[in-house]
């Protein structure tokens, strides 16, 4: 039997820490949590660790999925199409007289149109993220309703993500940013 077959014959539980820090620790089941248990509280929990009423995951469950990467997307492609408007069509960007009030008006509705799919889609995705997450075990992500207000639901959902697998990366946050700073360039130019 090899250690990988151990792995998964020992259930989950609080064992003593196999580093020797004397403070058990809390296997779940595939690998070691961060938490150890303070034997100044007290006999050691029944169940995993908490962490704000979240019991922590293992770091096998992929927590950024598809419709994260999708919802982080969609303003990509809005910036872009932005910029192809204000580039192609003459005098949209600065209001010119020499401007076809024609061609100004059809690429200004075709942007209120792409602004509202491209909302709708974010909402959306929110929400297939939010139930992709309590799928994966995550106990009360961060509301899809948030994705009304899609900086708000990337920031609060890598924020619980992070409370219930430590190591996972802040790097949607980072994203976001970087977003919303081309964001106001765009807007400023």
């Known amino acids: 039997m090899d250690s990988q077959d151990h792995k998964q014959l020992v259930p989950a539980g609080w064992y003593p820490d196999p580093s020797g820090s004397g403070k058990p620790k809390w296997w779940d089941g595939t690998g070691w949590a961060e938490e150890e248990w303070d034997a100044r509280s007290g006999n050691p929990p029944v169940g995993p660790p908490l962490n704000g009423g979240r019991p922590l995951l293992g770091s096998q469950i992929r927590l950024y999925g598809p419709f994260l990467w999708t919802l982080l997307s969609v303003p990509v492609i809005m910036i872009g199409l932005d910029l192809v408007t204000k580039i192609s069509v003459p005098g949209y960007r600065d209001g010119s007289k020499m401007a076809d009030p024609g061609l100004v008006m059809v690429a200004g509705l075709f942007i209120i149109v ?12 929110a929400y297939r993220d939010w139930r992709w997450l309590a799928r994966a075990g995550v106990v009360r992500p961060f509301h899809w309703a948030w994705g009304f207000l899609p900086t708000v639901y990337v920031i609060g959902r890598t924020v619980i993500v992070r409370k219930v697998a430590p190591a996972t990366s802040s790097f949607p946050i980072a994203i976001v940013i970087a977003l919303t700073a081309l964001d106001r360039i765009n807007s400023s130019w």
């Open 114 to 125: 792409t602004f509202v799919v491209s909302y709708v889609l974010m909402v959306v995705m």
